[in-house]
């Protein structure tokens, strides 16, 4: 049994020690201030790793003044791309569902249409007659050169050229206006009569398909028929839409960096403004404002609610640390920086905070290291009783 007298610390201690909490981690606290409590919390490395107290440089930063403004997230316009037929025919495959991920050109569906048939076959028919009226204007030029027959008719055959090559040049927009590549254009000499009535339906992007709106053996094109075939969406880089009221509009501009965070998740990201409405919502007053975020891991769904800070004023702290190495004793803030021998408890005083970061206008150096996690354990140490107690 302890005796009567034995100090009030030594006591705490022992039982703290008894039950594995300061022991193993914090060493003994150096000789007391004259109200009692430790100056220094004296530690080790070890007990230092042990204790997984992680440390940080105190140092400069910029710190910024942040609006904070609702949002959701929508698909990037420019990103969205309505895959539609410029031609009748109807839905022969279907190489892509719903979810699917497709690159740029990839094949989407394949229809059989008439339009496409004659198209191609009218190509092929002008692509043979010009070029047999070619060599049929080169022997005429090179027979008048040699003065065997007249001009006139040399003439002739160059005019009927150039109308062939005109008809054939036709042809070849013609089928390009439908959707035909030159790939496939160069490939129509050799390709079998079957495929003559195909026609490929291309993504004009890469990214996934959002929407699919036709079946096989649909009936798709002009005449009140459905047009769209798919709906692509590439979600490498989204939209953050705000609404900022007309008081804090003058304190936005393209350009802002804006940092988005949904409400239980730590993670955020990092956009930037890139449009900021000159006109005002009727009813709520707010005008609309767009950020650009990248979204390289498809983590932020549109649809979804965020919250912004956009950064309406930025200036450089001479000194800065994370504001998880900030603890409150007594009513005043304070910061454990590194010595010698562990721990000592500095009183700061405290400028803007931005984000994990925030001031530090006095009491600490650019240079100090202090403790950034489990400080409160260290707090604990230092705020035990002393002997007197």
Excluded: C
Excluded at 340 to 366: I, M, N, T, W, Y
């Amino acid at each position: 049994m302890p005796s009567a007298n034995r100090p009030a610390t030594a006591i705490l201690s022992a039982l703290l020690a008894a039950i594995g909490v300061i022991s193993p981690v914090l060493a003994q606290s150096a000789p007391a201030r004259p109200d009692g409590k430790p100056a220094v919390i004296v530690m080790d490395d070890e007990r230092i790793k042990l204790a997984e107290i992680e440390m940080r440089q105190a140092g400069p930063a910029p710190m910024a003044r942040r609006l904070t403004v609702p949002g959701t997230i929508v698909p990037d316009a420019g990103r969205v791309a309505h895959v539609s037929v410029k031609l009748s025919g109807t839905v022969a495959e279907l190489r892509k569902n719903i979810g699917d991920d497709v690159v740029k050109d990839e094949v989407l569906a394949i229809l059989e249409s008439r339009e496409v048939a004659d198209a191609k076959s009218e190509y092929l028919a002008a692509r043979l007659s010009n070029e047999l009226q070619q060599e049929l204007t080169a022997r005429d030029k090179a027979i008048w050169e040699g003065r065997a027959i007249p001009e006139q008719q040399y003439i002739k055959s160059r005019n009927a050229a150039a109308q062939t090559e005109m008809r054939f040049g036709i042809a070849r927009q013609k089928l390009m206006a439908l959707g035909v590549t030159d790939t496939e254009i160069a490939g129509l000499p050799q390709a079998p009569d079957g495929t003559l009535r195909s026609q490929n339906i291309r993504a004009p992007i890469s990214g996934r398909v959002a929407e699919r709106k036709v079946e096989p053996g649909i009936a798709v094109g002009r005449d009140n028929l459905e047009t769209e075939l798919f709906v692509i969406v590439d979600l490498s880089r989204v939209w953050v839409e705000l609404a900022v009221s007309s008081n804090d509009l003058p304190l936005v501009k393209e350009g802002q960096p804006v940092d988005v965070a949904v409400r239980g998740v730590p993670e955020t990201g990092v956009g930037k403004i890139v449009f900021v409405s000159p006109l005002l919502d009727k009813e709520t007053r707010a005008a609309r404002v767009v950020a650009s975020l990248p979204n390289p891991d498809g983590g932020w769904r549109p649809g979804s609610f965020v919250t912004a800070a956009i950064a309406v004023e930025r200036r450089d702290a001479a000194v800065a640390v994370p504001f998880a190495a900030v603890q409150t004793i007594d009513g005043r803030k304070v910061v454990f920086v590194r010595t010698k021998q562990g721990f000592e408890k500095r009183e700061v005083a405290l400028g803007r905070r931005d984000g994990p970061l925030v001031e530090v206008v006095s009491g600490l150096a650019s240079g100090d290291t202090v403790a950034t996690s489990n400080t409160f354990s260290l707090k604990a140490e230092l705020s035990k009783p002393g002997d007197e107690d």
